[in-house]
């Protein structure tokens, strides 16, 4: 008989045998496959604490532990951080420089000079200033140089250079508010005159030299033994002669006089 490979034939029993070992074969590669291309399942965490449970006051109802596993595991009851910010502003000073232009009084005194022409008469704004503080209508004014300025400038438009205070008008008022504060300073002036002379002789005082001390309780000394001497001499009357002081202690005590 020929038995090589090509001319053999498998018994029918063997044959089935080997479909079905195949295909056992077959479905455990599918298996393996399958549950080789599934995900791998997270671990799961034991749940300690319910994080939704009085949620509205977990701060103040639950425990330490409770909010550090609610805060780690479910992003719940987590402390609040606060963030704070220091300014500090820088305050620049600001310099403001003020000029104040003075007019020269030999030029002021010349506007308050010049000729004033109004209703057919002629005169300085000054002496139109004074005339009408004194007899116009702006006599009754509180203050009638205020008054009669005002006036004589809108009359002459040359006028509105001189100022009042070089126009040479002071009404009563005025002339006895500025008397008394021209008193008012004379005292200020006499006054702090004379705290300085107090000043000084304080300050040469508590100066003052040791021998001149020594030299003013000599003379104290030597007034004080020239009115003993005085006192110490002989009175004679009546016969009888005393010093001045025993006849005066005398009488004080046993004389008329007690």
Known sequence: QDRSPSKQFLHPCTA??????????????????????????????????????????????????WKDWCCKNRQRGCPSTSTTTETTSTATPTTVTTTTTTEDPKVAVEHCNEQCVFAGSTATCAARVQWVAKFGGSKDEAKPCDAAHSLIISQCDVCSKCELKFSGCSSPQEQEEDKNEKEEKTDKKE????????????????????????????????????????????????????????????????????
Not at 47 to 65: A, F, G, I, S
Not at 223 to 249: I, L, P, W
């Open 16 to 65: 089935r045998l080997r479909m079905a070992a195949m295909r056992l074969a077959s479905v455990a590669l599918g298996v393996v496959a399958v549950v080789a291309q599934q995900p791998a399942e997270e671990p799961v965490t034991l749940r300690l604490y319910d994080c939704n449970v009085e949620y509205d006051v977990w701060e103040t109802n639950w425990t330490p532990e």
């Open 191 to 258: 006054e702090k005159k004379d705290e300085k002379q107090r000043e000084d002789h304080s300050s040469v005082g508590s100066q003052q030299p040791q021998e001149d001390k020594e030299r003013h309780s000599k003379r104290n000394h030597e007034y004080e033994t020239q009115q003993a001497e005085h006192c110490n001499k002989q009175c004679v009357f009546d016969g009888a002669s005393a010093t001045c002081t025993a006849r005066m202690q005398w009488t004080a005590k046993f004389g008329a006089t007690k």
